[in-house]
């Protein structure tokens, strides 16, 4: 299955990131590895999208070709309309990179380690302390300014080198796990760090194994298993794709035989109609009340944006709605149907 | 010259310390120089033959000061790149647009100064000595000048087979092994015994071999003690010293090169 978008036959300035047919083959003792295979993708200005593979798919031999640090064995990309095999340095200037594993000068301090790398970037000395103040600010490090690098806990470092990545103020940019080893609370400060970068108007790719919090910020995704892109684009359109319709859920003060039955009568428009096994109040209550509600889901299979008639149908039929909309998309769930499990 | 590298360098060799402690190492280590000096100082003007001391004295300081060098410095250059890649900085370091001859010459230089530091500690205790033993025509100017371009260029020498191994081996530790191998094993043992077994082949038995003026301990001898009795040693020890410099400025374009490679292949 390929969900993909048109994106490859746009003209290279629409797209922030345009990948065409890319692959990436390595030689290890006489064998060959597709690490790579024909992957296309285009992702436009501010779009933040979620790269979801198992480990080994080829996430990050992706994402270091984009970042100029691995030359494609076919295929090409371009960053903001520039091509990262012929203009690496322009690209690198526009890009801001974390790579997966990632160090830190334990002994210096954080603002030497910021003006450092702002002085590579061939910012001038009196811009520096301003830029690295911004900096410091969106990852919520400033009272850490004078600390010694190696006294930050992990996800302290982890935001410093986002902190260091935004240093020359990319407009894309490419984090490899930025979460990852982190416990609760620092990935949540990184999730906060993200939304705020994604308002910002970052490009983003991002890739991650934690598929609950990229449903949360990202647009769109792109699942790669054995260095094949088996979907990508908008995660709404992928789920409902991958599941064979749109599904939405329902809540009905009361009555939920009754809704069952004129939700099944509606045939036109509604199939596979369930009832759910959980109400969805906020208290995450495994049993049905009658003062939350009954939930229900129910397959929509009508015409797209006309989910309303089902709504009004249901209404005037005197039924006592409490909440009618479609559910989050379940990347787990998306995930698990499309993957076979295979690494190279 | 505003090259970010070798300021982070430098940053790191600071002392990590509350602000006073830093004060009290810097008097501590002050007063210990100071007391050597006086030392020294009055063992010289007690002396009764006071040229001849101070010559001795003169080149004894040299020859630490040769010996000592060459062993700190690779100790510190070994770390240079190596350590990049054992923190895993490595990466982000080449994906900056820093120019890979920036990141080698700030590493270069920053181990420069730190050696030149060491060097100026005791060049004054060195000038002493040397004007005294120069005063009484004990000791010559040029032997001098001469020790310490040897010293220069054969720590130049250390440095730049201490970088290569930095670059090349993954782990700084293999990098230090590996460079004492070559400058001692090497360059001073290893050279040492085949120069001897090339001269008893060939029947001169003095040990003379032209391989012989590749060992850095040859070639400081030659520089602080010439060897009046053989003019040629003079050109053999030029020819060394050429021979350091080329070698020196090929590894560091080979280090250059190396990592322009990695720039797009770090994977």
């Known amino acids: ?344 | 010259m505003d090259n970010p590298v070798l300021r982070k360098e430098l940053m790191r060799y600071r002392l990590k310390v509350a602000k006073p402690v830093k004060l009290a190492t810097v008097l501590v280590v002050i007063l210990i120089f100071l007391l050597l000096y006086i030392e020294i100082g009055l063992s010289l003007h007690n002396s009764s033959n006071q040229g001849s001391d101070a010559s001795d004295l003169c080149n004894l300081l040299l020859w630490l000061q040769f010996l000592g060098v060459l062993i700190f410095a690779p100790g510190i250059m070994c770390s240079s790149i190596a350590q990049e890649r054992e923190q895993q900085t490595l990466d982000m370091l080449l994906y900056s647009p820093l120019k890979t001859e920036e990141i080698v010459f700030g590493k270069i230089t920053a181990r420069i100064i730190a050696v030149s530091f060491l060097l100026l500690l005791i060049a004054p205790l060195i000038l002493i000595c040397a004007l005294i033993a120069m005063n009484r025509g004990s000791l010559h100017l040029f032997n001098v000048m001469n020790a310490y371009l040897t010293t220069f260029i054969t720590v130049f020498f250390a440095l730049a087979i201490s970088l290569f191994y930095s670059w090349r081996l993954k782990r700084t530790l293999y990098a230090l092994i590996a460079t004492y191998s070559t400058v001692i094993g090497l360059l001073i043992i290893a050279d040492s015994m085949v120069s001897v077994a090339l001269s008893i082949i060939a029947g001169s038995g003095n040990g003379s071999s032209p391989l012989l003026w590749i060992n850095p301990v040859m070639l400081f001898n030659q520089a602080l003690s010439p060897d009046l009795a053989h003019p040629q040693s003079a050109i053999f020890q030029l020819l060394g010293l050429a021979f350091y410099l080329v070698c020196s400025f090929i590894l560091i374009w080979t280090v250059i090169r190396g990592l322009k490679r990695n720039r797009t292949n770090t994977a």
């Open chain 1, 1 to 344: 299955m390929s969900i993909r978008q048109n994106g490859t036959e746009r003209n290279h300035s629409m797209a922030m990131i345009e990948i065409s047919n890319l692959s990436k083959e390595y030689r290890t003792s006489g064998q060959k590895l597709l690490a790579v295979n024909n992957i296309s993708l285009a992702l436009d200005k501010g779009d933040i999208f979620g790269f979801i593979g198992p480990n080994g798919a080829g996430k990050t031999t992706t994402i270091k070709m984009i970042a100029t640090l691995l030359v494609p064995s076919s295929g090409s990309v371009f960053v903001d309309g520039l091509d990262v095999v012929k203009e690496p340095d322009k690209v690198r200037s526009i890009l801001g990179y974390m790579p997966d594993s990632f160090g830190v000068y334990d002994d210096i301090k954080v603002w030497e380690y910021l003006d450092f790398f702002a002085a590579a970037y061939k910012i001038s000395k009196d811009k520096r302390p301003a830029i690295i103040d911004d900096v410091l600010s969106l990852t919520d490090l400033s009272v850490k300014k004078n600390a010694y690098v190696e006294s930050l806990s992990r996800g302290m470092k982890q935001r410093l080198c986002l902190a260091k990545t935004l240093v020359h103020d990319p407009k894309v940019m490419l984090l490899d796990e930025p979460a990852s080893g982190l416990d609760p609370r620092a990935r949540i400060e990184i999730r906060e760090l993200l939304r705020e970068l994604q308002r910002m108007g970052k490009t983003i790719m991002i890739s991650s194994h934690i598929l609950p919090e990229m449903e949360e910020f990202c647009n769109k995704i792109g699942i790669i298993e054995k260095g094949e892109m088996i979907v990508s684009g908008d995660v709404r359109t992928i789920s409902r794709q991958v599941r064979g319709n749109q599904v939405i859920e329902i809540t009905v003060l009361e009555e939920l035989e009754r809704a069952v039955s004129l939700l099944e009568s509606m045939n036109e428009y509604v199939n596979d109609v369930k009832i759910m096994s959980r109400s969805h109040n906020e208290n995450q209550n495994t049993h049905f009340s009658s003062s939350t509600g009954h939930s229900l889901q129910f397959g929509y299979i009508g015409e797209p944006n006309h989910e309303y008639v089902v709504l009004n149908s249901l209404v005037d039929s005197g039924l006592k709605i409490r909440a009618f909309h479609s559910p989050k998309a379940d990347l787990e769930d998306v995930f698990m149907r499309v993957t076979k499990g295979l690494v190279n």
